[in-house]
Antibody
Framework: EEQLVESGGGLVKPGGSLRLSCTAS????????MNWVRQAPGKGLEWVSS????????YYSDSVKGRFTIARDNAKNSLYLQMSSLRADDTAVYYC????????????????WGQGSLVTVSS | QSALTQPASVSGSPGQSITISCTGT?????????VSWYRQDPGKAPKLMIF???DRPSGVSDRFSGSKSGNTASLTISGLQADDEADYYC??????????FGTGTRVAVL
């Protein structure tokens, strides 16, 4: 069974740092581009960052650029999000999501999601 | 990177059809046929319903259909059922090689 499992969420003070992890299983992780998407409590979905299969293409939303760093370790089937200079408005459930592989379709949608990890930024 | 614009809520009676609009710009929806739609139930991860404007993943009912005209995409749910109640989000690739979600629409079955 294909699965994405996030971990590393928790309570952090404003200005602090936190690293989220997403562990993949049941599919060839190294083949897929990956993403982080977040959802603040009671709010909509927001794309945060994406990374290509070999890490040579990385993109961020304007809201996290310069503060968050996406990375992956294909040997460990893992995706990461290093978050620093955290603010209250970074409080959200963070999902990792997989891009389509593009078989009979484009690559530009997410066909598998984790269950999410809650990050709370509060003093 | 402004969110795509969706109505906050759409409602219909069982059996009716409803359409959710999603308005973007010439840099996202208008630029590509890379619009997808996701359903999200409370406390759950989003689920893919439509990709590449109008294609359905296997397992998604053919009551769900998508289209696009200019900078606006649409999701139509035909034969509305109580189980269709959820939040629905549109999503598009952008000319900056980033992505953008819609503001989300709550579907209610009366």
């Amino acid at each position: 069974e294909e699965q994405l499992v996030e971990s590393g969420g928790g309570l952090v003070k404003p200005g602090g740092s936190l690293r989220l992890s997403c562990t993949a299983s049941g599919f060839s992780f190294s083949t897929f581009s990956m993403n982080w998407v977040r959802q603040a409590p009671g709010k909509g979905l927001e794309w945060v960052s994406s990374i290509s299969s070999s890490s040579n293409h990385i993109y961020y939303s304007d809201s996290v650029k310069g503060r968050f760093t996406i990375a992956r370790d294909n040997a460990k089937n893992s995706l990461y999000l290093q978050m620093s200079s955290l603010r209250a408005d970074d409080t959200a459930v963070y999902y990792c999501a997989r891009n389509s592989l593009g078989h009979r379709s484009s690559w530009y949608f997410f066909d598998s999601w984790g269950q999410g990890s809650l990050v709370t930024v509060s003093s | 990177q402004s969110a795509l614009t969706q109505p906050a809520s759409v409602s219909g009676s069982p059996g009716q059809s409803i359409t959710i609009s999603c308005t973007g710009t010439s840099n996202d929806i208008g630029a590509y046929y890379y619009v997808s739609w996701y359903r999200q139930d409370p406390g759950k991860a989003p689920k893919l319903m439509i990709f590449d404007v109008s294609d359905r993943p296997s397992g998604v009912s053919d009551r769900f259909s998508g289209s696009k005209s200019g900078n606006t995409a649409s999701l139509t749910i035909s034969g509305l059922q109580a189980d269709d109640e959820a939040d629905y989000y549109c999503f598009s690739y952008t000319s900056s090689a980033t992505y953008v979600f819609g503001t989300g629409t709550r579907v209610a079955v009366l």
